[in-house]
């Protein structure tokens, strides 16, 4: 009996023993499945990270790419830009060459018309001239020609400055403005000493009591005309001797544009010719043109103005003979000054008698010019060099009316 149940609780062992392993086999093997998809999930998001960063080292190097390609368009765009401003440059002074050429060389058709047309313009202006009533004394009636020579007189101080003379009372100083702005001149007593080579040594340094600022300053019968610096347009008039303020004014339309666009630091040139005391100054109102007014270098009261044809653009420099105002153009890198513009308040100037006026090759862009009336020179600062260009001038044919 004992047997039969040792043997019936054996068999009981081995039904539940079979049981149980029956039930773990469905188990292990989802173990198993669940663990090979997991190592197959790893290896696909290993893959997929070494591929994006193979892409982002293709973006990275096509980045460094467009980047160069793009600072090479920016190169050769800019290389365009400045030839194409410089074709643009080239081709307005070809067109207005050209129009002075067609202007002085008309076709024969035309010839009479235009005589026509001239002499109309000639009554026009004298009978403006008659309402204007304004008395500027005898005009002197000279033109200019030409340049007939041109001497270095000596290479001194910063790039822009003014050297002149003072042509009233036959004084031989000279006056010398180093910069574009200061407080003081330095006087000489003669053009022979300031050529020596110890110049400095025989000079008189003046003290203004102000400052000046640009290069379009003038001395009139022992006063020093100037632009007082950080004004607009307060013009002061300084007696050399005691260096007292003797009168001033606010020029009016004056403003921030340069006289010439070539000299950005001049926005006021104060000039002396045969008839006297005079001011250039460019008017944004006009479109830059320039314009021209008389002084009364005793009262500092303006007689006087008018509104030219002559505008600051390309324009370097300006001087007056007998009341014909000249203005000098170049290009801004420099190259052969010439008179492209004047301006005659008495009377039209015929035809004939318009300058096709070169300067001599210079350094740059002349920084400054003043006329000295007693000798007929001018006296110009080109770069650092103080020059002196001998003018040839020639008596002024008026036309008549019929």
Known sequence: MYVGLLHLA??????????????????????????????????????????????????????NEIHGQMNRIGAH?????????????????????????????????????????????????????????????????????????MKIVKKAGDIYGAWLRDPTKGSAKVYYFDGIKNDTLIEFPSLKIFHESNFLQKSNTIQLPFPWQGTGHVVYNGFVYYHQADTTNRILKVHLLNRTVSDSIILPGVRHLPVYALSPHTFVHLVVDEMGLWIIHADPDLGGNLVLTKLDPGTMHVEHFWDTSCNSRDAEAAFLICGTMYVVYNSRHGGRSSVRCLYAIHDIILNGETPVLFFPKGYTNHASMQYYPKSKELYSWDDGYQTIYKLDVKKRNVATSN
Do not use: W
């Open 10 to 63: 054996t068999l009981l062992l081995l039904a539940a023993d079979t049981s149980h392993a029956q039930r773990i086999t469905p188990d292990l093997a989802m173990m198993q499945y669940f663990q090979r998809r997991l190592i197959q999930l790893e290896e696909r998001l290993i893959k997929c990270e070494h591929n994006t960063q193979l892409h982002s080292q293709k973006i990275y190097y096509l980045s």
């Open 77 to 149: 765009k800019a290389e365009v830009k400045t030839q194409v401003e410089s074709v643009a440059l080239r081709v307005g002074r070809l067109e207005r060459d050209m129009e002075y050429v067609q202007n002085n060389i008309p076709d024969q058709p035309n010839v009479h018309m235009e005589e026509a047309l001239l002499d109309q313009q000639v009554k026009e202006a004298r009978t403006l001239k008659k309402k204007a009533k304004t008395d500027f004394g005898t005009d002197c009636g000279t033109v200019l020609t030409g340049v007939e020579s």
